[in-house]
């Protein structure tokens, strides 16, 4: 019985893996091709040409545009749409991520017009909290990691910039949405803090004051008066907003007593990442679809309801690929799967990360071992016995 069982659970790892390579766009596809030579602000001027060559002698080019239009014209825009779109610019291309972005901002940006009473008064408001002593300076003297810095308004994700170190333990994965779940665990770090006027409020107005301030203490408005590179995310939780403090500011003070040095623990959240500007009503549209994905997830539970946002760029990054996440506190559920069944499946989600090669192997040493024991489970002893006898 035990074996049948096994048996089940490789063609269940088996079929997903075949599953999830068959799916997987290659990097030599005609929409990466195309990707990299039009939007990738990355791509190297001379390999442009040569992209766009290959991705138009690429004969699965005009079966894939054929597709789509025959989707289009068989179900209608309404319905055929969609396949169109992943025909031509499917998941993983920068085109898909700019065309979900373009649909969230579509909802969100009447949402920040009706936050943002006067959007001059915003901007003046925010301008003079900004104190950025030297930072011409250090731009002459740091030519090309300021340029870099500056291209960063093209890129979803930024180059060049110190990030709050973070492992990732699992994703979980739901068919209704196309986004995964992720669960990270946060390093303990020493924070710059400011304290927000209002509590989990996410208009211009709210975030401006504490994004100036944060940047500020980075750009040399502090005791040193020493400028670093501004670190990402900016989290805001509750009534705080929050960015890891530079490696090499340690020891800094802030001038700004309104700003001031943290220490946050190791913290274990649950991410659902998505495109486009952060307006209350689309942080609750997120924290809505993160907390039904956990509802339905056995092996992880929510500890804490306050929501977490983290903004990955800097303003003028735009907007369309701007990445925002929205995060949970949360904790392993304990495992139920007997000890037969975490054997074949690893248990662990992060094998998801390993490569299907790795994991076909670990399920075949273990179902060798078992198909052993089940013949002879004498000669298994056995075996343990010599293999302890060589140990010693």
Not at 78 to 99: C, M, Q, V, Y
Not at 186 to 207: P, W
Not at 290 to 300: A, C, P, Q, T
Not at 351 to 363: A, C, Y
Request: charged residues 25%.
């Amino acid at each position: 019985m035990k074996f049948h069982i096994s048996v089940t659970l490789l063609f269940l790892v088996v079929t997903c893996l075949s599953t999830m390579s068959s799916t997987a766009l290659a990097p030599n596809s005609w929409q990466k091709r195309l990707d990299s030579a039009l939007l990738d602000v990355d791509t190297r001027p001379q390999s442009r040409f040569r992209l766009i060559q290959r991705a138009l002698q690429d004969p699965n080019l005009p079966i894939d545009v054929a597709a789509g239009i025959e989707a289009i014209r068989e179900d209608g825009f309404g319905k055929g749409h969609p396949t169109f779109i992943e025909n031509l610019w499917p998941k993983g291309t920068i085109a898909r991520s700019d065309i979900e972005g373009i649909q969230s901002l579509i909802k969100t940006i009447p949402e920040r017009m009706d936050e943002t009473e006067s959007l001059s008064n915003v901007v003046k408001s925010t301008s003079q909290r900004f104190q950025t002593k030297g930072v011409l300076k250090y731009a002459f003297e740091n030519p090309q990691t300021s340029l870099t810095l500056m291209e960063n308004i093209f890129r979803r994700n930024p180059k060049k910039v110190e990030t709050l170190g973070s492992t990732k333990l699992a994703t979980i994965e739901i068919d209704t949405n196309d986004t995964p779940v992720e669960v990270f665990e946060f390093d303990a770090s020493e924070m710059v803090t400011s304290e927000l006027a209002i509590s989990e409020d996410f208009t211009l107005i709210n975030m401006g004051d504490s994004l100036a301030k944060l940047s500020s203490y980075v750009l040399g408005y502090n005791s040193e008066e020493q400028i670093s590179g501004v670190t990402i995310p900016f989290v805001m939780h509750k009534s705080k907003m929050w960015i890891k403090r530079p490696n090499e500011m340690k020891g800094v003070e802030p001038i700004d007593i309104s700003v001031s040095m943290e220490h946050r623990e190791l913290e274990v959240l649950a991410m659902l990442e998505f495109s486009g500007i952060c307006t209350n009503a689309e942080v609750e549209r997120q924290k809505k679809s993160l907390v039904d994905i956990l509802s339905h997830d056995k092996n992880w539970s929510i500890t804490d309801e306050s929501i977490f946002v983290f903004q990955y760029n800097a303003p003028g990054t735009l907007p369309w690929r701007r990445k925002n996440k929205v995060g949970l506190l949360v904790e392993a559920i304990p495992s139920v799967m007997s000890s037969d069944e975490s054997t074949i499946l690893g248990v662990k989600e992060e094998t998801i990360d390993e490569s299907p090669t790795e994991v076909l192997k670990t399920v075949e040493d273990a179902m060798e071992k078992e198909i052993v024991a089940e013949i002879d489970p004498i000669g298994e002893d056995e075996s343990d016995k010599k293999h302890e006898t060589s140990e010693e």
